[in-house]
């Protein structure tokens, strides 16, 4: 998430009430920083994002816990290929948030994953109204977090990109699930990366829940692009893979500014929907509010105002 260099003077708008308000959920900083939350600087405060799960159990696990982690990228990797082959429907909402806790601000788009006639896997914007958000714009890293990054699936060949460190054993819910933390070895120029937690089913050996942030933000002031801390959640979808059906980021962006940008604290809330998981080769069509939309071309899918603009230098 970029600064916009309009509206400037939102930043005068702070007052001490939202001063207050960071003070109240910075109290969850000791909690979060605990499952890997690492940031060089301070370009954030994060939201709670969940009560919290069960007791967790420090006992070390029965099988080692290399062998689990190898166990369940390889059960990562299953799930990719087979979610390569399902048709489903996302809705994203990113929403900037005022100092009354009112939103003041909405990206909204809602997309398709289909295949083409010749079979290949696409996407298809069913509805995108234009933005209105005015204190901040949606950069590249956004979509492409929106579009790969909050599903997370640590498969065998990216598990070799991560120092993870088994953590425990706790319930999500009903489902008994080793706890890891993951963070990057390095960061590689134009990837995105998780630093936080996963739970792991300790039976189907596949995540369940993500917690954690995207990396790396980029904190040059003048140019910064930051996100928020998020969660998603995976259901199991025809009885064999737990597919992500909901994520949710909520944080306070601390741009810094400069270069003649002001500096100013944003709050940012994220809402990814994915619904509607068919798997390919069934018959469908593209519903949206009780109507068959149009088919459209890929110039057609997004108002102008929608494409990442570049960031102010």
Not at 110 to 139: C, H, I, N, Q, W
Not at 159 to 170: N, P
Not at 172 to 198: A, M, N, T, W
Not at 227 to 240: A, E, L, N, S, Y
């Amino acid at each position: 998430m970029s600064k916009s260099i309009r509206n400037l003077t939102a930043a005068m708008r702070l007052s001490i009430h939202i001063f207050r308000y960071i003070l109240a959920v910075a109290l969850c900083l000791g909690g979060l920083a605990q499952i890997g939350f690492t940031q060089d600087k301070d370009s954030f405060t994060p939201m709670p994002l969940d009560a919290g799960f069960g007791r967790i159990d420090l006992t070390p696990p029965a099988t080692p816990a290399g062998e689990i982690v190898k166990k369940f990228a390889a059960r990562e990797s299953e799930f990719q290929e087979a979610l390569n082959h399902y048709t489903y429907r996302r809705v994203a909402r990113v929403q900037t948030v005022d100092d009354d806790n009112k939103v003041d601000g909405e990206y909204y788009q809602v997309d398709d994953v289909v295949f083409d006639p010749g079979g290949k896997r696409t996407e298809r914007t069913v509805y995108a109204p234009a933005s209105t958000l005015e204190r901040v714009m949606m950069s590249p890293s956004d979509l492409q977090d929106i579009q790969h990054g909050y599903s997370f699936p640590l498969t065998t060949e990216e598990v070799t990109q991560y120092d993870i460190k088994y953590v425990g054993r706790q319930k999500v819910d009903e489902i008994d699930c080793y706890v890891f933390e993951v963070s990057p070895k390095q960061i590689v120029k134009g990837h995105r990366y998780l630093d936080g937690r996963i739970w792991v089913d300790s039976t189907d050996l596949q995540i369940v829940v993500t917690n954690g942030r995207m990396v790396p933000d980029d904190t040059r002031h003048g140019s910064e692009d930051l996100h928020p801390p998020f969660m998603t959640w995976r259901q199991q979808i025809d009885g064999k893979y737990w597919f992500p059906v909901y994520t949710k980021g909520e944080g306070i962006l601390h741009f810094a500014g400069g270069h003649g940008v002001m500096a100013q604290d944003v709050h940012i809330r994220d809402i990814i929907k994915y619904t509607d998981y068919k798997r390919f080769g069934s018959t469908s069509r593209i519903i949206f509010e009780g109507q068959e939309a149009p088919q459209q071309t890929p110039q057609q899918k997004v108002p102008q105002q929608q494409v990442p603009q570049q960031k102010p230098q």
